[in-house]
């Protein structure tokens, strides 16, 4: 996978398949969150923090992008 930042987000590519797709700024904010080794429940504080939110609804919103990112095949897990 590769990534690119834009104004608005960023744009990842899946090298294997050749497809693009995007991530909005929140979504990139989840990601760089989870790749810089928060956990989920992190991840949706800094959201929720960042976006005047609930909690709950901030895990949420992060619970919904890594389902996305999983079923797009952009997220490879540590076992």
Request: glycine share 6%; net charge negative.
């Amino acid at each position: 996978m590769s990534l690119v930042e834009t104004n608005d987000g960023a744009v990842l590519l899946h090298e294997r398949l050749g497809y693009y797709w995007q991530l909005n700024a929140t979504g990139l904010s989840v990601l760089h969150s989870l790749t810089s080794g928060q956990t989920c429940e992190e991840a949706a504080q800094v959201l929720a923090s960042e976006h005047a939110i609930d909690a709950s609804r901030a895990r949420s919103d992060v619970a919904a992008i890594l389902a996305s990112l999983r079923s797009a095949d952009l997220l490879q897990e540590n076992r």
